[in-house]
């Protein structure tokens, strides 16, 4: 009734050891890549129309609802005066800014930071 038993408790703690050593390896993983569901861009069609250098008019021509107030638009790189309100598929706004031939044009979601549109100018 002689038993040799004494491995199995240095194998058992190893395995233990390396469980919670890949258990918390995993958790903080989660935090730092943030494994949640992220904010994503309004997905819409939009167009340049009617440009002077006095402004332009932005036409919706379908997909997602854009909220002016969680969005603005930059000429340049500078950012331009808020709007308020929504444009819809198939409306359209006219936007007064000073533009010239080859600015860009761009449309940035505020809450996820992610491009809406990105439009030319061409005069």
Same mark, same amino acid.
């Given at each position: 009734m002689n038993?040799?038993?004494?491995?199995?408790?240095?194998?058992?703690? *190893?395995? @233990?050891?390396?469980?919670? /050593?890949?258990?918390l390896a995993a958790v903080i993983a989660a935090f730092v890549f943030g494994m949640g569901p992220s904010e994503m861009a309004p997905q819409s069609s *939009?167009? @340049?129309?009617?440009?002077? /250098?006095?402004?332009?008019?932005?036409?919706?021509?379908g997909g997602d609802e854009i909220l002016w107030n969680n969005t603005y638009i930059t000429v340049?790189?500078?950012?331009?005066?808020?709007?308020?309100?929504?444009?819809?598929?198939?409306?359209?706004?006219?936007i007064t800014a000073t533009v010239e031939n080859g600015d860009s044009i761009?449309?940035?979601d505020i809450s996820s930071q992610q491009l809406i549109a990105d439009l030319d100018v061409r005069l």
């Amino acid at each position: 009734m002689n038993r040799n038993e004494d491995a199995v408790s240095p194998v058992i703690g *190893v395995i @233990l050891m390396v469980a919670i /050593t890949v258990i918390l390896a995993a958790v903080i993983a989660a935090f730092v890549f943030g494994m949640g569901p992220s904010e994503m861009a309004p997905q819409s069609s *939009v167009r @340049l129309s009617n440009v002077s /250098t006095d402004g332009f008019t932005l036409e919706h021509q379908g997909g997602d609802e854009i909220l002016w107030n969680n969005t603005y638009i930059t000429v340049d790189g500078d950012r331009i005066a808020d709007r308020t309100g929504n444009l819809t598929a198939g409306t359209s706004v006219f936007i007064t800014a000073t533009v010239e031939n080859g600015d860009s044009i761009k449309l940035i979601d505020i809450s996820s930071q992610q491009l809406i549109a990105d439009l030319d100018v061409r005069l």
